[in-house]
């Protein structure tokens, strides 16, 4: 069975900060790993999507890689600002299935302090 | 080009009774996915549909849960009677593709309160 697990689950940094989340799975047959954030109150929106063939992936000032065959996947944002506060979401999909449901792990809960 | 979208956003109702959550996917989205996330948990898929069909039900709770998804456009998921337990915030997603990219894009849920 899947876990996923993320840690810190809370994290609180001051503005311009680089910092880093990370995610560990204990079943590396994955097809791929999602990183999302979540605002309170609102949905799941979708950072980045990386497939299991892939290292990593980049958009903006987040950077997310995976290393598939220790199960770690870490998502790195570079100088952060008080509107990258939110909980952030690690989930991967598991091969071998063919629903391609997500399992998420608890999520971090980022603060950026102005 | 609209996002999912879920009604009602919030919903009180007391044990026994009966709630109807809807969830419309993006327009051309044959994949449809129902997850909840009870207080202090992660975020658990329920199931899964493709077009009407249920690909994987293997998430839902019990029997008191009904999923359906007419037509191959909107879904509901019914509880019926709700417990307390049942209380938590009711996330769909929506896929176009299935496989190794098959982002989800998700509504912004609804929270359903038990009481």
């Known amino acids: 069975k899947q876990e996923v697990t993320q840690i810190p689950a809370a994290l609180s940094v001051p503005e311009g900060e680089n910092l880093v989340l990370n995610c560990s799975f204990t079943?590396?047959?994955?097809?791929?790993l999602q990183w999302f954030r979540q605002d309170p109150g609102k949905g799941l929106t979708s950072l980045l999507l990386?497939?299991?063939?892939?290292r990593e992936q980049t958009s903006g000032r987040l950077n997310a890689s995976l290393d598939k065959s220790s199960g770690r996947s870490t998502l790195y944002i570079a100088a952060s600002q008080p509107g990258d506060s939110a909980t952030y979401l690690c989930?991967?999909?598991?091969?071998?299935?063919?629903?391609?449901?997500?399992?998420f792990g608890k999520g971090t809960l980022l603060t950026v302090n102005p | 080009e609209a996002g999912v979208t879920q009604f009602p956003s919030h919903s009180v109702i007391e044990k026994g009774q009966t709630v109807t959550l809807r969830c419309d996917p993006i327009?051309?989205?044959?994949?449809l996915y129902w997850y909840r996330r009870v207080m202090g948990k992660e975020i658990k898929f329920l199931l899964h549909?493709?077009?009407?069909?249920?690909?994987?039900e293997s998430g839902m709770p019990n029997n008191r849960f009904l999923a359906e998804r007419t037509g191959g456009t909107y879904s509901t998921l019914k509880v019926q009677p709700a417990e307390l337990e049942d209380s938590g915030v009711y996330f769909c997603?929506?896929?176009?593709?299935?496989?190794?990219?098959?982002?989800?894009?998700f509504g912004p849920g609804t929270r359903l309160t038990v009481l």
């Open positions: 997603a929506s896929s176009k593709f299935s496989g190794a990219v098959n982002t989800q894009y």
């Open positions: 549909f493709v077009k009407e069909s249920k690909q994987d």
């Open positions: 327009s051309g989205h044959d994949n």
């Open positions: 079943d590396s047959a994955i097809y791929n």
């Open positions: 989930a991967v999909v598991n091969s071998g299935g063919s629903n391609y449901k997500l399992t």
């Open positions: 990386i497939q299991s063939s892939q």
